[in-house]
Structures are given as C-alpha cells and as structure tokens.
Nanobody, 121 residues
Framework: QVELVESGGGSVQTGGSLRLSCVFS?????MGWFRQAPGKEREGVAV????????DYADSVKGRFTISRDNTVNTLYLQMTSLKAEDTAMYYC?????????????????RGQGTQVTVSS
C-alpha cells in the first residue's frame, strides 16, 4: 500500500516562493505533482523518475518550478518560485503514473489529499 502526505502549501504574494513536500511510504516509481483549481480540469505540473534521472514540466511552470526527490527520507519536493495568481490551486502528489509524463500525472493510481496554494497580488 502506498501513502502520500503533502505539506508546505499556503498563501503568498505574486512573485513569492513556496516549497511543497510529499512524504511517501510503500513502493513508488515515477512520481509527480498535479494541480486543480476550482472549476478547472486537473493539470499535470511536473514528474520525476524513481532514480532522479528524468524530469519534465508543464510549459506553464518551466523555469519557475523544480521537482526533486530524496529517496533516503522518502520525500518528494516541488520548489515553486516567481509564483503567479494562475498558480493558485490544490496541489497533489502522485505516484504509479501510467507513464512518466506530465499529462499522465492526474491519472496516477495513488495521490495524496492535497495542499492548497493561494497566490494573490
């Protein structure tokens, strides 16, 4: 059984930064983050392979977000900088993706409960 617990969300101003964390247990392979804003579809944000050799990002976050993982402490991270109002959403950690691609992350077998990120001007 896999468990995922996110933390690190909050409210920040435009241009600010946040680091999300996701503590996982159980076997994980590729992991990712996706987000969902009210009234919108789920959107893949970033993915990372189990051995940290492959990462990919949605075009909307490239150059601003960085995904990383530390398997020694079973934690996935998402460093978010230069935040914009359109980044406001619930962010979910996910694993057992159909493929290690950004578009597949919302279809993951396992996901956490989510952590809210709100960006205001």
């Amino acid at each position: 059984q896999v468990e995922l617990v996110e933390s690190g969300g909050g409210s920040v101003q435009t241009g600010g930064s946040l680091r999300l964390s996701c503590v996982f247990s159980g076997y994980t392979n590729c992991m990712g983050w996706f987000r969902q804003a009210p009234g919108k579809e789920r959107e893949g944000v970033a993915v990372i392979s189990r051995d940290d050799t492959w990462t990919d990002y949605a075009d909307s976050v490239k150059g601003r977000f960085t995904i990383s993982r530390d398997n020694t402490v079973n934690t996935l991270y998402l460093q978010m900088t230069s935040l914009k109002a359109e980044d406001t959403a619930m962010y979910y950690c996910a694993t057992r993706l159909p493929g290690c691609t950004v578009p597949s992350s919302p279809s993951a077998v396992y996901r956490g409960q989510g952590t809210q990120v709100t960006v205001s001007s």
